[in-house]
């Protein structure tokens, strides 16, 4: 479906961090000639799309497209690690779908698409380093998760989920010691700060470091206490109703996923990690209080995996029905 859709015209967002990886591929810093709140990742990106597929509209969403199939693939073993592979299978195709969706702006190459890909590659890696005795991947994970941050200020949440969860699950279960929680955690801090820290050593022997804090932080704090909570609930409201019209039955299916973790596998584990993340991509979301349509692509990798948990426990209720007729000497078709 993306591959047709290749050619559309590019959205007001898409041709200003179009016209920002340009000026970066010719050598010009961001703000610049180019002023904006937003953090000079996504320019980045969006640089390095337009030198592997070109300066073309076509270009740009062909590397959404790997952006996309590659969040996915994430999506995917992020489910199979925590639910099997069927609910991984489940979470990813449920994911590809509503992030098409034309209610989240989901054809266009918004910042968004590019936040989750290391975000969703740091959640992935954070599992695996609380899972393996391998103190190397916390450094691996946090970094990661910073450099979704630098692409967009909101994925400082999904910093905060790692931190929130990682110290919640060796709490919960300490599988180390003391000693080894700090010196993990110090590298998990180490892995946040660097994208960041790299950034502003850029900026600041470009020159533009002054203009990079104003536009990304003073003027981007004032920009985010514009809409008050009367305001934002009405656009809540208008813009969770459209995007669920779309696509209930998914909707419905991530809603069951959290209650269906707690009732069949009773794992505590996994309904932390469903409702922390779902509770943190939230927050992403609401930032400022606009709720813009793109905004929500930050919630749909929590709500994919809720949706697969559900259809991992569907698939088991059938398997056990299933089993039951054979019991009684019924074909196993019946259960269709």
């Not at 992020?78 to 994911?95: D, H, K, M, Q």
């Not at 989240?104 to 910042?111: E, I, P």
């Not at 409201?237 to 209650?259: D, E, F, N, Q, T």
Request: proline share 4%; glycine share 10%; charged share 10%.
């Amino acid at each position: 479906l993306r591959w047709h859709l290749l050619a559309v015209p590019l959205e007001r967002d898409e041709g200003e961090y179009a016209y920002g990886g340009q000026l970066l591929l010719q050598g010009i810093a961001p703000y610049t000639l180019l002023y904006n709140m937003k953090l000079p990742g996504i320019y980045a990106a969006y640089a390095v799309v337009l030198a592997l597929f070109g300066q073309t509209p076509w270009g740009i969403h062909f590397g959404l497209l790997l952006v996309n199939a590659l969040t996915g693939i994430l999506v995917f073993l992020i489910g199979r690690r925590l639910f099997g592979n069927l609910a991984g299978f489940a979470s990813a195709t449920v994911f590809i779908v509503l992030s098409m969706g034309q209610p989240v702006q989901g054809l266009f190459a918004n910042s968004e698409h590019f936040v989750l890909l290391p975000a969703m590659a740091g959640v992935f890696i954070l599992l695996l380093a609380l899972d393996r005795d391998k103190t190397w991947l916390f450094l691996v994970a946090g970094f990661l998760l910073g450099t979704g941050f630098i692409i967009k200020q909101h994925g400082v949440l999904f910093i905060v989920w790692g931190a929130v969860f990682g110290l919640g699950t060796w709490l919960y279960s300490r599988p180390w010691g003391r000693r080894c929680l700090l010196a993990r955690s110090a590298l998990f801090c180490l892995g946040i700060f660097l994208p960041y820290v790299i950034t502003c050593i850029i900026l600041s022997w470009a020159g533009v470091f002054d203009k990079f804090w104003f536009w990304t932080f003073e003027y981007a704090r004032s920009y985010a206490e514009q809409v008050s909570l009367v305001d934002a609930w009405s656009l809540l409201k208008m813009r969770a109703s459209s995007i669920v019209a779309a696509s209930p039955l998914l909707w419905l299916m991530a809603g069951l996923g959290l209650a269906a973790v707690l009732w069949r596998h009773r794992n505590w584990r996994q309904a932390g990690f469903l409702l922390t993340l779902a509770i943190f991509s939230g927050i992403a979301v609401s930032i400022g209080g606009y709720f813009r349509p793109h905004y929500f692509i930050l919630l749909l990798p929590v709500a994919a995996l809720l949706a697969g948990s559900a259809f991992g426990v569907l698939a088991e209720l059938l398997a056990e029905s299933k089993n039951r007729l054979l019991q009684y000497g019924l074909p196993p078709y019946t259960i269709v």
